[in-house]
């Protein structure tokens, strides 16, 4: 049973838009995980963090902004989202350092319209 | 950098056969390997990790991989596939100190006929 929650799990979206989406880790994690899913693509690391600090942002629109309070808690703002934006995104956490298997929140399934 | 192949998009076996799902990477260090299932809709859950050691690994509802560094490769296997495992399944490999490398195979769709 997962240990990371996100919400919300369904949001429709105009693409003029401002909404957040949220994950709450409850496993003690050090790491958390963003990934985006689209259909008949690889799931695409968006952005890590480690102990709140930002550790990687592979080349993602600005039009995505993630926030990270604390160890246990994840954002990821949207704005001025486009259609080809619609996929389910994921987050994910994990130990760290010395233990890298990742946990995997349910996903936010995102249409943009 | 890392890179996974999966080379079945989609595989249709009957319940309670044997079931094999091909995974390779490219790496240039020894990698941590791993498979993930994902049920419609859900999460990806894992299923079995590998980082040293033996390489014939033992995971979850009944899953075994085995890493092959000759072959690249770190196949899945199940002795008696059931119903119920019917989903997508996702080799990755992870690198660095925080797993900020984790990059994932394009997932294999498993179909299970009764």
């Known amino acids: 049973e997962t240990g990371v929650t996100q919400t919300p799990r369904h949001l429709v979206m105009g693409m003029t838009n401002k909404k957040s989406l949220k994950c709450e880790q409850h496993?003690?994690?050090?790491?958390m995980y963003w990934y985006k899913q689209s259909a008949k693509k690889p799931l695409e690391l968006m952005f890590v963090?480690?102990?709140?600090?930002?550790?990687e942002n592979n080349s993602v629109p600005s039009r995505f902004s993630p926030e990270c309070p604390n160890s246990s808690h994840l954002f990821l703002h949207l704005h001025t989202l486009q259609p080809e934006d619609s996929a389910l995104y994921l987050c994910?956490?994990?130990?760290?350092?010395?233990?890298?298997?990742?946990?995997f929140g349910p996903g936010t399934r995102l249409t943009v319209t | 950098a890392q890179s996974v192949t999966q080379p079945d998009i989609h595989i249709t076996v009957s319940e309670g056969a044997s079931l094999e799902l091909r995974c390779n990477y490219s790496?240039?260090?020894?990698?941590?390997l791993f498979w993930y299932v994902q049920s419609p809709g859900q999460g990806l859950q894992l299923l079995l990790k590998?980082?040293?050691?033996?390489?014939l690994v033992q995971g979850i509802k009944g899953f075994e991989a085995e890493f092959k560094r000759s072959q690249s490769s770190f196949n899945l296997r199940k002795p008696s596939v059931h119903w119920s495992d019917a989903a997508e399944y996702f080799c990755?490999?992870?690198?660095?100190?925080?797993?900020?490398?984790?990059?994932f195979g394009p997932g294999t769709r498993l179909s299970v006929l009764p």
């Open positions: 994910a956490s994990s130990q760290g350092q010395e233990s890298y298997e990742q946990y």
């Open positions: 496993l003690g994690h050090n790491a």
């Open positions: 963090y480690n102990f709140k600090e930002q550790t």
């Open positions: 790496y240039g260090a020894t990698p941590y």
């Open positions: 590998y980082f040293s050691g033996d390489t």
């Open positions: 990755a490999v992870g690198a660095g100190n925080y797993g900020q490398n984790f990059v």
